[in-house]
């Protein structure tokens, strides 16, 4: 067990204290990051949901609502990638896209 909670301080994260009613241990993953239990996340994600859809100019309120709901679908998405040679390599080299891309070619020219 010691080893896995020095290899959680290694990457910066910080043991929390499990949630009540809850085994799941909540750990901080990065300096500014508030950890937060499933009814908080709900929470979260229902009051961002009604906001943005009260006024969807509200790009705070959009981005709450992923960073609510975006965690299974990073995981989907990771689990997908390791079953392909072509993903592993990705998630090997984590290239950066901006890097790789021509971002002059990519603009947009207004109608």
Do not use: C, I, N
């Not at 609502?65 to 995981?75: F, R, S, V």
């Not at 390791?82 to 002059?104: K, Q």
């Amino acid at each position: 067990m010691e080893s896995a909670e020095a290899g959680e301080r290694a990457r910066g994260g910080e043991r929390m204290e499990a949630p009540r009613g809850g085994s799941r241990q909540r750990r901080q993953l990065y300096d500014s990051h508030v950890p937060t239990s499933l009814l908080e996340k709900a929470l979260l994600a229902g009051r961002a949901a009604f906001g943005a859809l009260r006024d969807p100019a509200r790009a705070d309120l959009v981005a709450d609502l992923g960073d609510a709901t975006g965690a299974p679908a990073l995981e989907w998405m990771r689990r997908k990638m390791r079953e392909s040679e072509t993903g592993r390599l990705v998630l090997a080299e984590r290239p950066r896209v901006a890097a790789l891309a021509d971002l002059d070619s990519m603009q947009v020219e207004p109608p």
